[in-house]
């Protein structure tokens, strides 16, 4: 009878229903579990409120990123650099000034062309938009498992980067490009790639962990619920479990604003950092110098991104769950993620299929609503075992996920828990009642309530057939009744009855 109530859980756990709740329960586990290392260093070159105001309004010329990129690179000895702007020509206002955009472009292109480990982004945020000719330009991510056969995957929109004044087709693009998407919106989940044919593109946090563990392009194989980073030697760098043979699971490592975790540089410090490195002044090349040769910047990866809220490229994270966020911190712990092999991990699957979730969830529910009715209602004993399974599993949840990223689901199986529990002990508790009401109404007339109370707190029917017991029979009888009943009034003879049967 109880069954339907945890599979009703079940289904809504299947359709997402329960996602508000399970990733409320996923933060609290990343709080309790708290801030970790990872063995990578991110650094983040900010797109802040101070770099708009020295540089100007957004969107800058490109020319700005090649010294930032190289000096980076070269003086600062970064690993990689990526870039999270989507260096598109479409959409570019009419008032531009396209003689200084050129210049600009072909600035950055010529550096980019000498193959620098530098990836941009592409995205399909631009659902609808309008390519370089004015033609309208459809964009969805393509989900695995929701293509339709023989459907048309569209390609990205990519960085490119407009080099003629008089030729508008005439573009420009980079060789390393990375997705910057993530699953609806949110900071949680991001496509590995997308299986878009003959080149698929894969997302900038994995294309930057492949140039920081020296993979070749050709080196990243896709299988069938893995990615695997292959070293020019065939020695495996990493592999990424896939979830829906196409979906990472972010593993947070940290707050945005952690600064030893985070360390942090404004996009027109550093710019103007790199512009010194330049300078006829040898104080100001060698202040230059120094502030690239700081610790944070060597071997790491450098990831540039805008972070003034006036941008809107802002998300809540488990961390920051109260205030939205800059989004380039998803593609830092996404790296970290991989780098460090930490993958967050959830039940498997049979066939598409959340079995051990299902049996999970009906297991805890039955169990626990079991224990609350055993023994009867007024048993406490078995109500506190199935309050201590309920708080054991929760328990059990925190510690796997803080000892090995491991994420139980909590919202299905405690939702299932407490209401089958609940529903158990009422309907149980009416039926003690009812219960209780029968047998006061077959003997309260002729027993003493004492013996009627015995009866219905000793939880049985009463039964016919009797049972052994030593007891004590005890006669009375009342000298010449029958004469003297013959001539009392029946109230003077019920009123010594009651005297006499009182005594």
Partial sequence: ????????????????????????????????????????????????????SEIGGFPWSRGYFAPVCAALLEQGKARAVGIDVVFSENGVAESVDWKKRVVGNREFAKYLAKSPPVVLAASYAAAIDRDINGQLVFRDLPRLGRLRPGAEVAVPELPQFRISEKDPRKLWTHQYVGLIDTIDGGSRTVPAFAPVPITPYFHLSIELARLYLGVERDGIKIADDH????????????????????????NWFSRWRSDVRNPRVGFSTAFLYADMLHSEKP???EAAAKF????DFADAIVLIGPVDPLLQDLATTPFDDVTAVPRVGIHGNVIKTIVSGRYLRTLPQWHQVEGPQILLVLGLAMAVAGLAVKGGVKSLRYKVAGASLTIAYVAAAFFLFKQGDYLLPLAAPLGAALSTTFVAVGWQLAQEEKRAGRIKGMFGTYLAPAVVEAMVESGRDPELGGHDAEITAYFSDIQSFSSFSEVLSSGKLTELLNEYLTA
């Fill in 227 to 250: 990615v695997d980073l292959v070293c020019p030697d065939g020695s495996r760098a990493a592999r990424i479990p896939l979830r829906e043979h196409q979906l990472i699971d972010v």
């Fill in 1 to 52: 009878m109880l069954l339907p109530i945890p599979a009703l859980w079940c289904v809504a756990a299947h359709y997402g229903w329960l996602d508000f709740l399970e990733y409320k329960t996923i933060d609290w586990r990343f709080h309790a579990r708290g801030e970790i290392d990872a063995p990578v260093k991110i650094v983040y070159v900010d797109i802040d409120s101070q770099s708009l």
């Fill in 283 to 285: 104080e100001e090349r």
């Fill in 292 to 295: 690239f040769a700081q610790p």
